[in-house]
């Protein structure tokens, strides 16, 4: 039994099977793509992640030093900081 291209049904399975097989091959790259792309974005933010925890610890030293080097103005602007803000939101 053939049809008009002369194909018979165990070669129509046997393309099918093909087929699939071909499917099967291009999800598994395409997933496989998607998890190594994954993996590099998690390197890149967890690098970026690092530095700027980095950064923020120098900025809390800085901000120690700066205290500890000048207390005085540093508790000035502090209360200057609190009445501007204050004066800001009031609503008087």
Avoid: C, F, H
């Avoid at 993996?39 to 950064?55: G, P």
């Amino acid at each position: 039994m053939s049809d008009v291209n002369g194909s018979t049904p165990t070669g129509v399975a046997e393309k099918l099977g093909t087929a699939r097989d071909q499917v099967i091959v291009g999800v598994a790259d395409a997933v496989n793509s998607t998890v190594d792309a994954a993996r590099l974005a998690k390197d890149k933010v967890s690098d970026s992640l690092d530095s700027l925890l980095d950064q923020g610890k120098d900025l809390v030293e800085d901000a120690g030093d700066v205290i500890r080097s000048r207390p005085w103005t540093t508790v000035g602007i502090a209360l200057a900081t609190g009445y501007l803000i204050a004066k800001a939101t009031s609503r008087n």
